[in-house]
């Protein structure tokens, strides 16, 4: 089956890659826009890690303006990665996903990462990626290919690991 890949998915940084080192302290992310999307694949990537087993707890939330007050999404969350210490030079850095159907949620989503108490030092990324456009972003000529929905569910797919959340 052929897919507009064009229609079907946008990424967005949601938290710039940024290493988090204060104890307890909640790091806000970017807007986003999701309006014309129904669907969401958040992607937390772990980066080096040290100060003992520093842990983070990633959540997403929404508002129905940009600069609203944002809720948390009932059980959008990445519960406490307790990681061990990891080197700048080790590549195989933790991954986790998290998946969102959009239809009822408000108009603009964020992420909100949390340090664990102690003394945390943790590079993190989050970046979410917008399926299923009720719109056409760019030309079907340019971006037709086929597209497997099924890859995250793939467990011997290197690399990829299951949805750590299902909303």
Same mark, same amino acid.
């Given at each position: 089956?052929?897919?507009n890949?064009?229609?079907?998915?946008?990424?967005?940084i949601a938290?710039?890659?940024q %290493?988090?080192?204060v104890?307890?302290?909640a790091?806000n992310?970017? #807007? =986003?826009?999701?309006?014309?999307?129904?669907?969401? %694949?958040?992607e937390?990537?772990i980066?080096a890690?040290s100060?003992g087993?520093?842990?983070?707890?990633?959540k997403?939330q929404?508002?129905?303006?940009a600069?609203g007050t944002?809720?948390?999404?009932?059980?959008?969350?990445?519960g406490a #990665?307790v990681v061990a210490p990891?080197?700048?030079a080790?590549t195989?850095y933790?991954? !986790?996903i998290?998946?969102?159907?959009?239809k009822?949620?408000?108009r !603009? =989503?964020?992420? &909100?990462?949390?340090?664990?108490?102690?003394?945390?030092?943790?590079?993190?990324a989050?970046i979410?990626?917008?399926g299923?456009?009720t719109h056409?972003? &760019?030309?079907?000529a340019?971006a037709t290919?086929?597209?497997?929905?099924g890859i995250?569910?793939n467990? %011997?797919?290197?690399g990829v690991?299951q949805?750590? !959340? %299902?909303?």
């Amino acid at each position: 089956m052929q897919k507009n890949l064009g229609r079907m998915m946008v990424g967005h940084i949601a938290l710039a890659p940024q %290493t988090l080192a204060v104890a307890s302290t909640a790091t806000n992310g970017n #807007k =986003i826009d999701r309006q014309g999307y129904d669907h969401a %694949t958040v992607e937390l990537i772990i980066g080096a890690v040290s100060g003992g087993t520093p842990s983070v707890t990633v959540k997403v939330q929404e508002s129905a303006t940009a600069g609203g007050t944002y809720t948390d999404i009932t059980s959008a969350a990445f519960g406490a #990665k307790v990681v061990a210490p990891v080197s700048v030079a080790d590549t195989a850095y933790p991954t !986790f996903i998290g998946l969102i159907d959009l239809k009822g949620v408000k108009r !603009f =989503i964020r992420i &909100v990462a949390t340090t664990g108490a102690g003394t945390p030092s943790i590079a993190i990324a989050v970046i979410i990626h917008l399926g299923d456009a009720t719109h056409s972003l &760019v030309s079907s000529a340019i971006a037709t290919d086929t597209w497997s929905p099924g890859i995250l569910n793939n467990a %011997t797919a290197p690399g990829v690991n299951q949805p750590e !959340f %299902t909303v």
